[in-house]
């Protein structure tokens, strides 16, 4: 396989960071969830291991999120929201010459990705979501959400720890014995974004909210 490069398009006035690998028959755009940088994201082998696998049936195409990454930075006033993300997705699709293309999003990108299947279904194929939810906040018709107080003590941890050896038990159950992994995971997260207590999550609108005012039928082009 190819190395990966970085190359960088326009959304706005923003400069999005993206890589496109692989020569496969599928167009394949993998979203993250919270933060990311295309290319420390090479360095970590498991992580490695999941990009190369999906770059070896796929043009894997993968991008950093306005205010994170590689792309431009963001004011704290001005946070994007969903729909400024997915302008992103399409503007790193047209960049790339994708005309239809796989969504695969993990946590808020799995938002991310429902929001442009719906708005984009002729620019769709499949959509993927691993981790997605569609509120953040408990409430009593979706009782898997966290609390708030769950929620603030995720706000204090952030702050707090950030870019430190955080507490893998949250994010990575299996690697808490594992001080090296802890280590690269913290470099990761620092070199992906500061720790703006109120960018986490973006202040976008939620799933069922962005759904709302978009087309209510997901039509997804085979």
Not at 40 to 63: C, G, M, N, Q, V
Request: proline share 6%.
């Amino acid at each position: 396989m190819q190395q990966a490069k970085t190359k960088y398009t326009r959304s706005g006035d923003i400069h999005i960071a993206y890589q496109a690998v692989g020569e496969g028959p599928l167009d394949l755009v993998y979203v993250p969830g919270w933060v990311s940088h295309v290319e420390l994201a090479w360095e970590e082998p498991t992580l490695a291991r999941f990009l190369r696998r999906l770059a070896s049936f796929s043009r894997l195409i993968a991008f950093d999120k306005r205010g994170t990454g590689l792309s431009d930075r963001v004011t704290n006033d001005q946070l994007p929201t969903l729909e400024e993300r997915m302008d992103d997705l399409r503007a790193v699709m047209d960049a790339v010459g994708s005309e239809r293309a796989a969504l695969c999003g993990v946590s808020e990108g799995g938002n991310l990705c429902a929001l442009f299947a719906a708005t984009y279904p002729e620019r769709t194929t499949a959509l993927v979501m691993c981790g997605a939810f569609a509120k953040r906040i408990w409430s009593p018709d979706y009782p898997w959400a966290q609390t708030p107080e769950e929620r603030e003590l995720a706000y204090e941890m952030v702050e707090n720890e950030w870019g430190s050896m955080m507490d893998l038990s949250h994010y990575v159950p299996s690697k808490i014995n594992d001080e090296a992994f802890a280590q690269r995971l913290a470099k990761y997260f620092r070199h992906s974004a500061s720790p703006v207590r109120c960018s986490f999550p973006a202040p976008s609108r939620t799933s069922s909210q962005a759904l709302a005012s978009a087309s209510p039928t997901v039509a997804l082009m085979s």
